[in-house]
């Protein structure tokens, strides 16, 4: 059985480490003038179910999927349960990092 917990614990911190590499691939710095010109429309006021910037309990489960995921669903958009998010935010001039490290910003807000 302590092998097993040995194990889960490992495979957490290896997760851990990787959802932090995940995180310094953006510029959370660079991220916060897109999410002001861009972002900042829905995720200021939760309009279509967004998540509004610095609400820690709406932003934990979407933290808890990692960075990987997080910038997958919003360069390609994703339609939930509780609202939806056009591709790039309906802004199909922003670059893939632009939309990563608007994320970055977002995330770190909501931590």
Partial sequence: MSRFVT???C?????SMGSANAMAA?????GKAVYESNCAACHKTGMMGAPKLGD???WAPRI???????V???IKG?????GMMAPK????????QQVGDAVAYMVGQGK
Avoid: E, R, V, W
């Fill in 26 to 30: 953006y510029n959370a710095a660079a």
């Fill in 56 to 58: 820690k309990a709406d």
């Fill in 7 to 9: 194990g889960a614990i």
């Fill in 89 to 96: 935010g309906g802004n199909p001039k922003l670059t893939d």
């Fill in 11 to 15: 495979a957490l911190f290896i997760c």
């Fill in 72 to 74: 997958s669903k919003s």
């Fill in 78 to 82: 994703y339609q939930g349960k509780k």
């Fill in 64 to 70: 808890a999927q990692g960075m990987p995921t997080l």
